[in-house]
């Protein structure tokens, strides 16, 4: 047989199996579209995620005697909470702290029956920078000195910023087109407070100074009690922990709404009209009178609307990534750092695995350290292998408690930037220069299609905290909307 004879049979057998494989195809998408056809449902009200924001809405229109249905493209609920357990204690691979000043959270976690533990923060904390430990703030006095000036300017600054439209600063344009690194350069020369304060970012934010827009930056602090609440553990934001997981809320508030909740489903179109919205996702058709999208501004851009949603709207969504963070538990045989009276706490400026913390669950023998890959150094580590981040973090631990934190019992990470549907972690932030440009449609609807979740929130902004209050608020919002 000639090669060209050759030729022609196979590109006949390749355009015969093509013409197979598109029938097959068709044929697939039309019993996909069929089998949402079928299952086609007409509720008041669909939420579009099914985390602390989605749960708490929903359950406040359940409450109020509207029929609702909470989808989750997971197949659990959570959303950026997440289960997980090491050395017998559940653990959070998500959220997982609530601080005194957070009351939203714990009315909701008491309501449940969730209980709190103490942050174990006894001893004194560690502060590493250019190789050399210091003890708690036992910082060299003219690190101090410029410290305390950084710390009182950025809360003096951000008093400045309304919390509900931060983009009507006085100073909005000038601080919205600086960087937060730009802003500590020009405010420090000492090389151990900027490298505090980018260590900062990273844990807060997951990012890296040079990213983050300085307005958004202060009123994020702002947003979370100021400086020192946002960045403390015994009285801050990290004081507490659930012995049950974060995640037992939004998971016990699931529970409360049955078969409301539909897992494993992700949203695909929006379609809006005069007299409603159509919802489609994997697992059926929802019509109804509004929608309330929980997701992450990055998530949302995923989803076809029809109409396109306005420019404003998906220009925030450009514009506000996802925050980069690996999250890593490490179990011991008991908690030896206590035996060095050391708290458990450490932030380590010139190491990957930077900030670290004592999260031994009460009536729990082991030693429980929890602790990130932050901003830069969970970009370099998203995509290595898990045996390659667990020996660089039991070398970072080792580095602060010694060689005994190299012989852990268990090891557990969560590698947010590779989860499908949230993309990273804790938080989206606004980019240099977004916010006074794009800020109001942060929140603002479009026309029957509503905003939720952490970001949306003026108070605690980014924290579980602000996800539950922001399901509270668009709940009135939609439910003014429906009765009115």
Not at 16 to 43: D, I, N
Not at 46 to 51: E, K, L, R, S, Y
């Amino acid at each position: 047989m000639h090669s060209s004879d050759s030729q022609k049979k196979l590109s006949r057998r390749s355009l015969l199996k093509s013409a197979a494989a598109a029938t097959a195809g068709a044929a697939t998408f039309s019993q996909l579209e069929v089998t949402r056809a079928e299952t086609q449902t007409t509720v008041d009200v669909v939420v579009i995620g099914a985390g602390a924001a989605g749960t708490m809405a929903a359950t406040h229109f359940s409450k109020a005697g509207k029929s609702v249905a909470l989808l989750e493209a997971n197949d659990r609920v959570g959303g950026r909470l997440k289960r997980g357990e090491i050395a017998g204690q559940a653990i959070d691979l998500g959220g997982q702290w609530v601080g005194p000043s957070q009351t939203r959270a714990p009315a909701i976690g008491r309501a449940r029956g969730r209980t709190l533990y103490p942050t174990h923060a006894k001893g004194p904390f560690l502060i590493e920078q250019g190789g050399t430990f210091y003890k708690g703030f036992g910082l060299p006095t003219d690190a101090m000195t410029d410290l305390f000036k950084v710390i009182g300017a950025i809360d003096t600054l951000g008093k400045e910023i309304p919390l509900n439209a931060r983009w009507t600063a006085p100073r909005a344009a000038e601080w919205d087109a600086m960087t937060a690194q730009t802003w500590i350069d020009q405010t420090t020369e000492s090389p151990i407070v900027r490298d505090v304060f980018r260590a900062v970012v990273q844990a807060v934010f997951s990012i890296e100074p040079s990213q983050l827009s300085l307005l958004e930056f202060l009123w994020y602090v702002r947003s979370g009690n100021g400086f020192n609440d946002i960045t403390g553990t015994a009285g801050g934001a990290q004081d507490s922990l659930y012995v049950e997981a974060f995640v037992s809320i939004p998971e016990r508030l699931a529970e409360s709404l049955g078969d409301r909740v539909v897992l494993g489903s992700p949203v695909r179109k929006i379609t809006q009209t005069d007299s409603g919205v159509t919802v489609v996702a994997d697992k059926g058709t929802w019509q109804a009178q509004r929608v309330v999208v929980c997701a992450p501004p990055p998530s949302v851009a995923r989803i076809e609307f029809d109409p396109v949603l306005p420019y404003l709207r998906t220009g925030l969504q450009q514009r506000m990534p996802m925050g980069a963070v690996i999250k890593c538990f490490v179990a011991y045989e008991s908690p030896f750092w206590r035996e060095q009276g050391l708290s458990g706490q450490a932030t380590l400026c010139s190491a990957e695995y930077g900030t670290f913390f004592d999260t031994t669950a009460p009536g729990n023998k082991h030693g429980v350290i929890s602790g990130f890959f932050d901003g830069a150094p969970a970009m370099r580590w998203a995509d290595r292998t898990t045996e390659e981040r667990r020996e660089q973090a039991l070398s970072d631990i080792a580095l602060a408690f010694g060689d005994a934190a190299k012989d852990p019992i268990d090891y557990v990470e969560q590698v947010w930037p590779k989860e499908p549907w949230s993309i990273g972690g804790y938080t989206s932030v606004a980019t240099p220069g977004t916010m006074t440009v794009f800020g109001p449609a942060l929140t603002e609807p479009v026309g029957r299609i509503h905003w939720a979740g952490t970001e949306t929130s003026d108070i605690w902004s980014g924290y579980v905290e602000g996800a539950l209050r922001s399901g509270d608020r668009v709940a009135t919002e939609v439910l003014d909307a429906l009765n009115g």
